[in-house]
């Protein structure tokens, strides 16, 4: 997997801030190119971080939103004040510039207006106002139009010349293991007959974990979910590569899901059952994984187009059904399952070999709880919806 939060971060402002002008003795940078994607704040886990200053950066915002200032004093007090109304209340920020003549970078955390966020269905066009005050003086104003982005807008990949910045980890971000729809499904899935509990690898027998997705597919077919051919991408370059992801609960309710839709439910699912998942993309496509093992050394892919899809029962029943007394309903979820599991495995394998870091923007692996440990947390959780 690629993911590197930090350091992608730090490689994102480098190449979208490259060239800009300085206005003055302060100024104000937007990243991406003056576009807004609250995806990315809310995405991000916050730290307290009590450490001296970085490379004379100050405060624990993202930094796809900062102000450069440059020290008129050692000591200098400054106040950074941002305004617009699709954030809400007016952010107040404070920071000491320790060192005279240094370029300082202001980084403030931002209390965005979720209901608000939540509400925008297409981009807003918007002033960002900023005032800054230097030791209690009169405040200077800098204005700056911005996109702001829907929070369902993924933000995957930035172009600038030759260089490109993954950000792929965002898709983890749609993936929500507390959903309420999640529970939804798995008690749906319990009354599936397939399996009596869902008890993630404590049986230490990749059948088990076979039988508990089986058990979700079923779930998901019987409510209805199938797939739609719907083209996600919202832009595709040359610099901004975004895409729509539904939320899960809208999944639900809808009874529809493109691939990325289909990749986070499922995802979402598996994580709450305690098995590993990552989503794979290709391009133009998504597809989820799964560990069969808990020392995730091997792993299964399912096709997420089979959702909903009817098929040819088996000629052979899989190992991890034979042995059981099926049911109607459990054979023909089982014929889906047993395609989507064969489609997953072969369109896998035909990539595999450019799943290694260097064909990007649209090949990557997107390990979800490798995501959560760099402090990628589900947007659902952080906006309420």
């Known amino acids: 997997m690629r993911l590197c939060f930090a350091a992608c971060l730090l490689l994102f402002l480098r190449v979208a801030l490259a060239g800009s002008p300085a206005a003055t003795d302060w100024n104000v940078r937007v990243t991406p190119f003056n576009q807004v994607f609250p995806a990315l704040e ?147 899935a319990q009354k599936s007959g397939i399996v009596d509990k869902f008890t993630g690898y404590a049986d230490a027998d990749p059948r088990a974990a076979y039988r508990q997705i089986w058990a979700i597919w079923q779930a998901l077919a019987e409510h209805g979910i199938h797939y739609s051919s719907a083209d996600p991408a919202i832009e595709r370059g040359p610099h901004i590569f975004s895409q729509h992801v539904r939320f899960l609960s809208k999944t639900w309710v809808d009874r529809s899901a493109n691939c990325i839709d289909g990749s986070v439910l499922l995802a979402s699912l598996l994580q709450r059952i305690g098995l590993r998942s990552f989503i794979v993309l290709v391009p133009g496509h998504a ?65 595999a070999r450019k799943l290694d870091g260097r064909h990007r923007p649209d090949y990557a692996v997107i390990d979800i709880s490798a995501a959560r440990a760099f402090g990628i947390q589900p947007i659902e959780a952080v906006t309420g919806n």
Do not use: C
């Open 42 to 188: 809310l995405s991000q886990a916050r730290r307290h971080d009590t450490s001296p200053a970085r490379d004379h950066i100050l405060g624990n915002g993202s930094g796809l939103i900062a102000v450069r200032v440059r020290a008129h004093r050692a000591g200098e007090h400054v106040i950074l004040r941002i305004s617009t109304p699709a954030l809400g209340a007016p952010q107040r920020f404070a920071a000491t510039l320790a060192e005279a003549g240094v370029d300082y970078e202001l980084r403030p955390p931002l209390d965005w207006n979720v209901a608000r966020l939540s509400a925008l269905a297409t981009p807003l066009t918007t002033p960002l106002d900023f005032a800054l005050q230097r030791d209690g003086g009169d405040a200077e104003s800098r204005e700056v139009k911005v996109s702001l982005r829907p929070l369902d807008e993924a933000l995957y990949f930035v172009r600038d010349g030759r260089d490109g910045v993954d950000l792929s980890w965002i898709f983890a971000a749609y993936v929500d293991e507390h959903d309420v729809a999640v529970n939804a499904i798995l008690d749906a």
């Open 287 to 351: 597809f989820v994984g799964f560990y069969t093992d808990a020392d995730a050394q091997h792993a299964a892919y399912l096709e997420t187009t089979l959702l909903g899809a009817s098929v040819a029962a088996p000629a052979k029943l899989p190992a991890f059904a034979t042995g059981m007394t099926l049911t109607q309903a459990n054979r023909s979820s089982l014929a889906g399952f047993a395609a989507a599991l064969a489609a997953g495995r072969a369109h896998h394998a035909r990539v």
